[in-house]
C-alpha cells in the first residue's frame, strides 16, 4: 500500500491528534513495509497547540485535503540522462521501458524533457535530407522548446487535463520550484487512491476534504457509526469509551507492545482532554486504568499533569468569541430542526457576566452563518465541574431544566458532557411546546 495517512476530524482537538499520532506509531512498527504517517485536516486552537508543543513531539503535518495529487503518479526514480550525452545513449534506456519522455540533466539541474518525438522529428529530418544518418547528435541539439512544468500539488484530474491538452508527451513535475520528477501519458490511465485510517470520528462530513476519493483501510473511534461505505473489510475499532487516546493504548496492549514513554504521554494527553481528567461522565473503567497505566510509563503524577494542561486553557477574555465557537462546534438535526452545541473550556466562571453578551452575540452570528435554528454553547469549569449555557433565543429555551442565570443564561452545576448531560436535554426541549 506505501503510505497510509491516519487522520482525525476537521476540528482537530487533543484526542483527535494524540490518536492520529500514538495509531501511527503503533501501525509503523505492526507494519513497517508500510508509512503511517499521522496528519491533521484542521487548524490546532491556541490552547491545544500549546499543549502539543509542550510535548515536544513533531505535531502532525496539516493536510488540507485527500484527493489523488500529481505527485502520486510522477515518476521520479529514473536517472535520466546529460544534454551532452550523443544519443545514443537514450539506447540503452529506451531498450529498457520504452518511455515516451526522459528526464535530461546539465551539470545535475533539471535542463529538460526529452520526448519520443523530438527523437522522432529529428530521425524523419536527417532521413528526408540524406536518406540516412551520418552524425549522432547531442541529445541537447534534438531538444524541441520545452512546456512550462506543473506542481506536484495539483490535483491528479487538473494534470491528466493539462497534459491532455498538450502537444507533449510528457511534463516536468515542480515541488516547492525544483525538479521533482515527471509525468507522461501512461500516468494518467488510473487514477490513484490515498490510503487513510480514521480516527476519533467514522463519518466523512467530519472527516477531511476528498475523502470520498480514498480508500479507507480503517476506523478507530469512540462516536456513534455513522460510517462510511468502503471497497474492502477494512480493521473498525469502535468502542463507547471516553477517549479514542484509551482504544489506541487498548491496540498496543492486544498486540503485545507497550508504547514508549514519549508516546504514552501523547496518548495519556489525549485521553485526559477527552475525559476532562477522568471527571466527565463519558469516562470509563477502561479510561481510568489506561490513564494509570500510560502515567505511569512516562512517570507523571497523572492528576498533576491534568491541571497543567488545564491550566494552558485560555480565559473567555483572551479568546475570540466566534473562534472559540466553531473550534468545538457540533450539528445535529433532530424532526426537521437544525442545532448547534458549541463547548469550550474554561479553569474558571467568575467572568462569565463580564463576557456573556459577547459570546452571545457571537454565538447568535453562528447560528445564522450555519443556518440553524437554535445555537448553545456550553462553557465548562474544568476545575470546578460546573457549566454555563448560553443559549441564542428561541422557545426551547424556557423548558431547559437549568436555573437562569440572565436571559438565555442557564447554571449547569455538575454538567460536564455535551453528549450525554446535555444533549438529551436540548432534544427533550425541542419536542416540548
Ligand atoms: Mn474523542
Known amino acids: 500500500m506505501g503510505t497510509i495517512y491516519i487522520t482525525g476530524h476537521k476540528n482537530p482537538d487533543l484526542d483527535s491528534v494524540c490518536s492520529a499520532y500514538g495509531y501511527a506509531k503503533l501501525m509503523n512498527l505492526q507494519d513497517p513495509e508500510n508509512t503511517y504517517v499521522p496528519v491533521r485536516c484542521g487548524h490546532l486552537s491556541a490552547t491545544t497547540r500549546t499543549i502539543l508543543e509542550q ?19 510522477m515518476l521520479s526514480k529514473d536517472p535520466g540522462i546529460d544534454a551532452d550525452d550523443p544519443l545514443t545513449a537514450v539506447a540503452a534506456i529506451h531498450e529498457a521501458n520504452t518511455p515516451s519522455a526522459i528526464p535530461v540533466f546539465e551539470k545535475n539541474e533539471f535542463y529538460g524533457l526529452l520526448t519520443v518525438d ?116 477494512i480493521f473498525i475499532c469502535s468502542e463507547p469509551l471516553g477517549s479514542t487516546c484509551t482504544i489506541v493504548y487498548q491496540q498496543f496492549i492486544r498486540n503485545n507492545r507497550t508504547p514508549d514513554p514519549l508516546t504514552a504521554k501523547v496518548l495519556l494527553t489525549g485521553l485526559i482532554s477527552d475525559t476532562l481528567l477522568l471527571k466527565s461522565p463519558t469516562t470509563t473503567g477502561d479510561d481510568s486504568v489506561a490513564a494509570h497505566v ?8 497523572l492528576e498533576e499533569y491534568g491541571l497543567s494542561m488545564f491550566s494552558c486553557l485560555e480565559g473567555l477574555k483572551e479568546r475570540d468569541p466566534k473562534a472559540a465557537i466553531v473550534s468545538d462546534f457540533k450539528t445535529y438535526s433532530e424532526n ?25 452575540d457571537a454565538l447568535e452570528d453562528v447560528r445564522t452563518m450555519q443556518g440553524l435554528s437554535w445555537a448553545v454553547l456550553m462553557i465548562t469549569d474544568v476545575i470546578h465541574e460546573h457549566s454555563a449555557l448560553i443559549c441564542t433565543d428561541y422557545r426551547g429555551n424556557r423548558h431547559l431544566p437549568y436555573k437562569t442565570i440572565s436571559k438565555n443564561i442557564f447554571d449547569m452545576p455538575d454538567v460536564m458532557s455535551r453528549k450525554k448531560q446535555l444533549l438529551p436535554e436540548i432534544i427533550h426541549a425541542m419536542e416540548e411546546y
Open 336 to 360: 426537521g430542526l437544525k442545532l448547534g452545541i458549541g463547548q469550550c473550556e474554561v479553569t474558571t466562571l467568575n467572568d462569565l457576566k463580564d463576557y456573556a453578551q459577547i459570546y452571545a
Open 55 to 73: 510535548l515536544d513531539i513533531e505535531i502532525p503535518e496539516y493536510k488540507r485535503d485527500i484527493y489523488p495529487k500529481v505527485r502520486d503518479v
Open 118 to 233: 523530438d527523437i522522432t522529428n529529428w530521425t524523419m529530418q536527417e532521413l528526408s535530407r540524406d536518406n540516412k544518418i551520418t552524425q549522432i547528435p547531442k541529445v541537447r541539439d534534438i531538444m524541441t522548446k520545452q512546456e512550462p512544468g506543473i506542481e506536484g500539488d495539483e490535483l491528479f484530474d487538473e494534470g491528466k487535463a493539462m497534459l491532455q491538452s498538450s502537444s507533449k508527451r510528457g511534463l516536468a513535475v515542480y515541488e516547492d520550484g525544483k525538479y521533482a520528477g515527471y509525468v507522461t501519458r501512461r500516468c494518467f490511465l488510473k487514477t490513484p487512491k490515498n490510503n487513510v485510517i480514521l480516527v476519533d470520528h467514522n463519518e466523512s462530513r467530519q472527516s477531511i476534504q476528498g475523502i470520498e476519493t480514498a480508500n479507507i483501510v480503517g476506523i478507530i473511534d469512540h462516536h456513534r457509526l455513522d460510517a462510511i461505505k468502503t471497497e474492502h473489510p
Open 294 to 301: 500510560l502515567a505511569s510509563i512516562c512517570r507523571i503524577n
